[in-house]
């Protein structure tokens, strides 16, 4: 009995020492280090781009790119307007690009907000229904880059001042006074005024935006043609969409220190108890004011107070 007592003394201390000993052993805390790998995600880039739709508009639209610096910026979105180039599988479903397929981009030169592009003459080898649209494509492309105010094309090193198919005469130096998806709406070829308006247009359930320039004989100021023309009941062609209300109007138009503040009656809201107004009409207004004025906010209001401000260098 005794010696079946003292075994147990000794298998309980045996056992007190053995957990002493993993006490001892196990690091202390302040000792312990955690090796951590912190993954980052870069934050993924998108651009505009302009594109042609089912309609054989010219729409603004927007593609990832990986590039950082203006020149590869400017290429890389040029080999997404080439047909089946390297650039196809960025190109979202339901828009197409424009520049020839065998077209290469020869070089890209940037310099003090003027970027000069030169291509193969493979770019001439278009559809005539289409060669003047490619330009179009070409200019509101790469002036979409923040700090790209104009564009001279070459073809092989020579400056392209004549469109061969069409005859038309080109500008040494190209903005987006060129326009874009061009109506022609006048008697008199005195006293033209040239605006461009942004519409909507869907594909499936997405809606994209379509810049159309027109030129008319009316000299009111072109915010006033722009509001008129987005809240006209029926658009030109019923292919293009304005949700500005047909009662909206544009009470007065003020612009101070590159703000353009524009003043509406209550039909600017698509919900007056709320003060909603449609993400759609912000942006056709605002998108329109950029490619129109020199300025860097529209702000939108009603009765004079603020309900809105669009910052159009953020437009994208």
Do not use: C, W
Request: aromatic share 8%; net charge negative.
């Amino acid at each position: 009995m005794i010696k079946k007592k003292l075994l147990r003394q000794i298998l309980i201390a045996t056992s007190a020492l053995f957990a002493l000993l993993l006490v001892y052993l196990m690091p202390r805390e302040e000792n312990l280090e955690i090796s951590q790998e912190l993954e980052y995600i870069e934050e993924v880039s998108t651009n505009p781009i302009f594109l042609l739709d089912d309609y054989n508009y010219l729409v603004k639209t927007k593609i990832v790119i990986n590039s950082s610096d203006i020149e590869s910026k400017v290429k890389e979105l040029l080999e997404t307007l080439i047909s089946g180039g390297i650039g196809e599988n960025k190109i979202p479903n339901g828009f197409r690009s424009i520049l020839p397929s065998d077209t290469r981009i020869l070089s890209v030169k940037y310099d003090n907000n003027l970027i000069k592009i030169d291509f193969s003459k493979d770019i001439l080898d278009i559809n005539k229904d289409l060669e003047e649209k490619m330009i179009e494509a070409i200019i509101y492309t790469v002036t979409s880059i923040e700090d790209i105010k104009q564009v001279i094309i070459y073809v092989e090193g020579n400056i392209l001042t004549k469109l061969p198919q069409t005859g038309i005469n080109l500008p040494s130096t190209l903005d987006r006074n060129f326009g874009i998806n061009k109506t022609f709406d006048f008697t008199r070829i005195n006293d033209i005024n040239q605006v461009t308006v942004y519409y909507l247009n869907k594909h499936n359930d997405n809606f994209y935006y379509v810049p159309v320039t027109k030129y008319l004989n009316d000299n009111r100021d072109k915010i006033k043609i722009i509001i008129d023309e987005l809240a006209s009941s029926n658009t030109y062609n019923t292919n293009l969409l304005s949700y500005l209300n047909s009662n909206a109007k544009l009470i007065s138009a003020n612009k101070n220190d590159n703000i353009l503040e524009l003043n509406f009656n209550s039909y600017i809201f698509s919900d007056v108890t709320n003060k909603d107004v449609l993400e759609e009409v912000i942006y056709t207004i605002a998108l329109s004011v950029k490619d129109n004025y020199n300025v860097d906010e529209v702000v939108i209001k009603n009765d004079e107070n603020e309900i809105n401000k669009m910052v159009l260098k953020t437009l994208n």
